[in-house]
């Protein structure tokens, strides 16, 4: 699998939006990108995913770049249960797929 | 609709012995899929379980097994227990094989201390 590369940790006030940054230089055609996140002492939660175009749901943004590089997780007014490991991950699409989680990054979020 | 339960939650064992944990998927989710978290290696995927047949499997010693029961309902064992066994052990469960367009959901993990 492609590798990613996030930031360790980033901070953030309560209801300010928060642009979380995923490099993924060596993403392949078919890669799609997935973010998911994990509170303190919980399994990670599902977050969004896509492939090309910028998805929006009820959580988040994805903003993908246009040549596929880079990647960005938008919350758009962050809360402190959004304090949570963010972890980008990229997903092929070929059969014997062995999904791949990185360090993530931290985020810190102040009242 | 009930999410992904894995049970015991905290599971204490010493070196030598063995253990199981379990994992019961969300209703009609046939994938499950074992994930082991430590504080030095992250997260780190085990293996993958459809249709009770293991479709996949991570960089694990065979000391790590599981298997898969025709209600979709999953059970990992990990014999000979070594400390470093121990980690927060995490099931996942998606309503088909993981892909790269589908999503997973994960249970809240058993911690496994091994002393």
């Known amino acids: 699998d492609a590798k990613t590369t996030q930031p360790n940790s980033m901070e953030s006030n309560e209801e300010e939006p928060v642009h979380l940054p995923c490099n993924h230089s060596?993403?392949?055609?078919?890669?799609?990108i997935h973010w998911y996140r994990q509170l303190p002492s919980q399994g990670p939660e599902y977050v969004i995913h896509?492939?090309?175009s910028n998805v929006n749901n009820r959580m988040a943004s994805l903003a993908i770049a246009e040549d596929r590089k880079s990647s960005t997780l938008i919350l758009h007014r962050a809360t402190l249960r959004d304090a949570a490991v963010y972890y980008c991950?990229?997903?092929?699409?070929?059969?014997?797929?062995?999904?791949?989680f990185g360090r993530g990054t931290s985020l810190i979020v102040h009242p | 609709k009930a999410g992904v339960t894995q049970t015991p939650r905290y599971l204490i064992k010493t070196r030598g012995q063995q253990v199981t944990l379990s994992c019961s998927p969300i209703?009609?989710?046939?994938?499950v899929s074992w994930y082991q978290q430590t504080p030095g290696q992250g997260l780190q995927f085990l293996f993958e379980?459809?249709?009770?047949?293991?479709?996949n499997k991570g960089n694990f010693p065979g000391r790590f097994s599981g298997r898969q029961f025709s209600n979709s309902r999953s059970e990992m064992n990990v014999s000979t227990l070594e400390l470093g066994d121990s980690a927060l052990y995490l099931c996942?469960?998606?309503?088909?094989?993981?892909?790269?367009?589908?999503?997973?959901?994960f249970g809240p993990g058993t911690r496994l201390t091994v002393l």
């Open positions: 060596t993403i392949s055609g078919t890669d799609y």
């Open positions: 379980y459809f249709s009770e047949t293991q479709r």
């Open positions: 896509g492939l090309t």
């Open positions: 991950i990229l997903r092929d699409i070929g059969g014997s797929y062995i999904p791949t």
């Open positions: 996942a469960s998606s309503l088909e094989r993981v892909r790269s367009y589908n999503e997973q959901f």
């Open positions: 209703s009609g989710h046939r994938s």
